[in-house]
């Protein structure tokens, strides 16, 4: 079992930046592919971004690519996503998974957080 917390979340201005934290506690993190995906009001949830396990290789949803880092520190079971030049747009639920394999496909993660509200106002 994988235990997953997210932190980091508020209410900023469009253009402003916030580092959202994903700390893990129980198995191996540094053995999973971790990724964070989010859920704005009325849609699906979807990929955001995504850090593999072993070389830290990085992927992004074309909406965000240029404007957020993922990255991860397996010493310190903790992983990070720096958001950069926030638009209203990116309101939402942000939640961290993990899972055996990087993919953009939520269903393939097995174990997620409890999720943390941005709110982005114009």
């Known amino acids: 079992q994988v235990q997953l917390v997210e932190s980091g979340g508020g209410l900023v201005q469009a253009g402003d930046s916030l580092r959202l934290s994903c700390t893990a506690s129980?198995?191996?993190?540094?053995?999973?592919?971790m990724g964070w995906f989010r859920r704005a009001p009325g849609k699906e949830r979807e990929f955001v971004a995504g850090?593999?396990?072993?070389?830290?290789?990085?992927f992004y949803a074309d909406s965000v690519k240029g404007r957020f880092v993922i990255s991860r520190d397996n010493p310190a079971n903790t992983m990070y996503l720096q958001m950069n030049s926030l638009r209203p747009s990116d309101t939402a639920v942000y939640y961290c998974a993990a899972g055996r394999l990087i993919t953009d496909q939520a269903p393939q993660y097995d174990y997620w957080g409890q999720g943390t509200q941005v709110t982005v106002s114009s």
């Open positions: 850090v593999t396990w072993r070389r830290g290789i990085t």
């Open positions: 129980g198995r191996t993190f540094s053995s999973y592919a």
